[in-house]
Structure formats: structure tokens, C-alpha cells
């Protein structure tokens, strides 16, 4: 059974958590993005204790939902409302990146070529540490399953910015990204679009709105309609994983 099946979104907050609880296996972080929703793990205990503190009277009032778990405050599961969006095709490199790309940069990409390092690199120095241990264990499950992706931009044979996400129905979740090179996380994105596009993809989900995601192309799409994008049928085929010159991209 799914364990977000009956977290109402009708009615439910769209700037702060919808539900709250601990587990984070793989197969109930896919359940989770597959309703709408996605987690962000407290960083430590006094976040843990922050968060009973601070939405205690919400889950009572039955605002926010309780899905419980050994600390059940441990995870908030977010769906906000609107949400920021962009078309597999729609991604913004600019008209001087996209020169970069044509004329000088011998940037190279992939996909799922390393998974676990784009993961580690997006960790690094975050705070609040959200991408815990726990949740890394339970993303890299998703990979395994084909649920959850990434892509590499490298320069030679280094790592200079990637991006991972997660596969619901026709929608790719985008997690986070990292960058060793100015733009090469944003070229990290439209790489990752393209395959997605071409494996029959129909929507990028950006989940936190900002002028960054927006400089990238995102618009709101109010909650409900998010919804009935990621309820639509899906054909998708097998992400392309070869290793593409990102001038393609410019």
C-alpha cells in the first residue's frame, strides 16, 4: 500500500511540510514522488526537536499529515504549491554559454556513468545537511531500480558538475546539482532534459522555486495541474547514457 495515498493535498500547506515520518527506503521515496511529494531529512536532533516543535499543533489540527516511523519528525515530506516546471526542451543555457559550448569548451557528458559521486559532490559542504546518509542509501536504491538518474559534464577526465533526480510516471524530479566550473551545473541540466525529452519525457520538476531555476526557465504550475502531469500515462524508453560532446547542447 502506498504510504502517501492518503496525505489530502487539497487542503495542504503549499510553503511548508505536508507530512511527516521517518522511513526512507527506496521503494517509499519512489511512493512519495509518485504522489507529489518529496523529502527533505532533518539534518540533526535539534531539527528533529525543532520540527515537532514548530508543526506539532498543524499535525494535531490535522494540517499536516503523521505517517510515523521510529522519530517521526525526523523527515518533512514537502509538495509545494506552485511548483517551478520546465519543458524537457526548455531549459536556458543563454546566448553566451551556449557560444562557450560551440566555440571553445571541450566539455564531454554522460549519464549514470557516477551516480554516487554526483551525490557525494552535491552533499559537500550543504547546509542543512538534507542529503543524509539514510536518504543517499535510499536514492542510490532508486538507481539501482532505473528510478532515479544523473548526469556528468566532465572536462577530460574530471568531474566538473553534475545533477541527479528521480522518475515519476513522465516527470524527472530534479534533486540538486553541483558545479567545479562556472555554468557546468546548468550545462549538467540541459543535458540531462535532452535525454530525458528524447526518452519521452514531458516535465522537469524543479520543486524549489528562485531566480536560479528560473534563469534555467521554470515556471509555476499550481499543484494541481502538477498532479495531473505526473498522473499521465508514461512511455518512456531506456535514458540514452553514452558519453555526448556538450557542444550538442549550445
Not at 538507481?143 to 568531474?159: I, Y
Request: hydrophobic share 50%; charged share 20%.
Amino acid at each position: 500500500m502506498n504510504a502517501f495515498a492518503g496525505v489530502d493535498l487539497r487542503a495542504a500547506p503549499g510553503d511548508g511540510p505536508v507530512a511527516f515520518g521517518s522511513a526512507l527506503g527506496a521503494e517509499r521515496i519512489l511512493a512519495a514522488y509518485r504522489c507529489g511529494l518529496f523529502p527533505l531529512p532533518a539534518a540533526d536532533e535539534f531539527a528533529i526537536a525543532y520540527n515537532e516543535a514548530r508543526f506539532e499543533e498543524a499535525v494535531e489540527a490535522g494540517e499536516i499529515a503523521l505517517l510515523g516511523g521510529d522519530d517521526p519528525y525526523a523527515v518533512a515530506w514537502w509538495s509545494p504549491d506552485p511548483r517551478p516546471v520546465i519543458p524537457p526542451g526548455g531549459v536556458r543555457l543563454g546566448h553566451r554559454l551556449a557560444r562557450r559550448l560551440r566555440n571553445r569548451l571541450g566539455w564531454w557528458t554522460s549519464a549514470d556513468a557516477a551516480f554516487g559521486e554526483v551525490l557525494a559532490r552535491c552533499a559537500e559542504g550543504r547546509q542543512p545537511a538534507w542529503l543524509t546518509a539514510e536518504l543517499i542509501d535510499g536514492l542510490t536504491g532508486l538507481h539501482a531500480l532505473g528510478a532515479a538518474h544523473s548526469a556528468e559534464v566532465w572536462e577530460g577526465e574530471e568531474l566538473v558538475g553534475g545533477v541527479f533526480g528521480v522518475v515519476a510516471g513522465p516527470v524527472l524530479s530534479l534533486d540538486s546539482m553541483f558545479h567545479r566550473r562556472p555554468d557546468a551545473a546548468r550545462v549538467a541540466v540541459a543535458d540531462l532534459a535532452a535525454r530525458f525529452a528524447a526518452a519521452g519525457g514531458r516535465l522537469l520538476d524543479a520543486q524549489w522555486d528562485g531566480p536560479h531555476v528560473r534563469s534555467l526557465g521554470a515556471v509555476s504550475l499550481p499543484r494541481a495541474d502538477y498532479l495531473e502531469e505526473l498522473a499521465a500515462p508514461a512511455d518512456l524508453r531506456p535514458l540514452d547514457t553514452d558519453r555526448l560532446p556538450a557542444a550538442r547542447l549550445g
